[in-house]
């Protein structure tokens, strides 16, 4: 079993930044896609962003491509969400999410097996 703790939200105003932090545990991630999800007051989960097992291939969710940045240190088993330019639709609860079974990763949440609790990023006009 994996377990999930995501943290690093908080409030931020319009054009703030932040930096979510997925930290693994029960076994390492190393060989693992990662990726970051979130979901807003009233709306369906979406994918934000995917990394390989090894880093070598990311993927982006179209609205947050070039203001996002997913990553991964596996010698920490840790995942990340750096956001900059954040805006209020970004405004929702991130979720970090991990597969053993796919290496890339990739946009499906049906992927996934295993999910953190999640982290609420607000951000204020």
């Known amino acids: 079993q994996v377990h999930l703790v995501e943290s690093g939200g908080g409030s931020v105003q319009t054009g703030g930044s932040l930096r979510l932090s997925c930290a693994a545990s029960?076994?390492?991630?190393?060989?693992?896609?990662m990726a970051w999800f979130r979901q807003a007051p009233g709306k369906e989960r979406e994918f934000v962003a995917a990394i390989s097992w090894n880093g070598g291939t990311t993927l982006y969710a179209d609205s947050v491509k070039g203001r996002f940045t997913i990553s991964r240190d596996n010698a920490k088993n840790t995942v990340y969400l750096q956001m900059n330019n954040l805006k209020p639709e970004d405004t929702a609860v991130y979720y970090c999410?991990?597969?053993?079974?796919?290496?890339?990763?990739?946009?499906?949440?049906?992927?996934?097996?295993?999910w953190g609790q999640g982290t609420q990023v607000t951000v204020s006009s």
């Open positions: 999410a991990a597969t053993p079974r796919y290496y890339s990763g990739g946009y499906d949440a049906a992927r996934y097996d295993y």
């Open positions: 029960g076994r390492s991630i190393s060989t693992y896609g």
